[in-house]
């Protein structure tokens, strides 16, 4: 059975930081790119950052230089660090997981990010 499972959100004053986790289970997590994803209310979702299997990361326009996307293999984890947060940076967190050979994708039920003083 797949899991994917986003831990670490919360309300955090602007400025701050904040470190979401990314726990799966039932897929070879290796082999797939994994994504985190953002949506705010009333707005599209957008892509904020992907690693590939082979460590190759991109980021969005809006966070670069500000949040770091990484991954643990061993643990089938992946990671969003978040720093200098703005509170147009507000909004559910999705983490995904995919492998385009198998058109394989999966998501998490997200966790919220509120930035706010």
């Known amino acids: 059975q797949v899991q994917v499972v986003e831990s670490g959100g919360g309300l955090v004053q602007p400025g701050g930081s904040l470190r979401l986790s990314c726990a799966t289970s039932?897929?070879?997590?290796?082999?797939?790119?994994m994504k985190w994803h953002r949506q705010a209310p009333g707005k599209e979702r957008e892509l904020v950052a992907s690693?590939?299997?082979?460590?190759?990361?991109n980021y969005g326009d809006s966070v670069k230089d500000r949040f770091i996307i990484s991954r643990d293999n061993e643990k089938s984890m992946a990671y969003l660090q978040m720093n200098n947060l703005k509170p147009d940076d507000t909004a559910v967190y999705y983490c995904?997981?995919?492998?385009?050979?198998?058109?394989?994708?999966?998501w998490g039920q997200g966790t919220q990010v509120t930035v706010s003083s």
């Open positions: 995904n997981a995919y492998l385009w050979s198998l058109d394989s994708d999966y």
């Open positions: 690693i590939s299997a082979t460590d190759k990361t």
């Open positions: 039932g897929f070879f997590f290796g082999s797939y790119t």
